[in-house]
């Protein structure tokens, strides 16, 4: 199994994570609430896990530029 992260703005892939190193336990998803487990995270038919979160670019733009939480939709 294997978890890939992407960018919920950019749809830029940030990285994956296989084998062992793909524990959910580890990962805290367990601290996420059921919504938010169903918001962020996807599975797909072949098991792996699919995570939305946010990169460093869209994270820096959005820190620099508070205004752009507005126009979210724009950058989907
Ligand atoms: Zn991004």
Redesign the pocket.
């Known amino acids: 199994m294997a978890i890939h992260y992407q ?6 892939r ?1 990285g994956s994570i296989h084998g062992q190193d793909a524990d959910t336990d580890k990962l805290g998803f367990d601290s996420l609430t059921d919504e938010e487990q169903a918001e962020m995270i996807e599975y797909d038919s072949r098991g792996d896990l699919h995570v939305t979160t ?6 820096q ?1 959005l820190a620099d530029h508070p205004d752009y939480h507005e126009y979210e939709s724009f ?1 989907h």
Not at 7 to 12: A, S, V
């Open positions: 960018c919920r703005h950019c749809q830029q940030i946010i990169c460093e670019n869209c994270e733009t950058l």
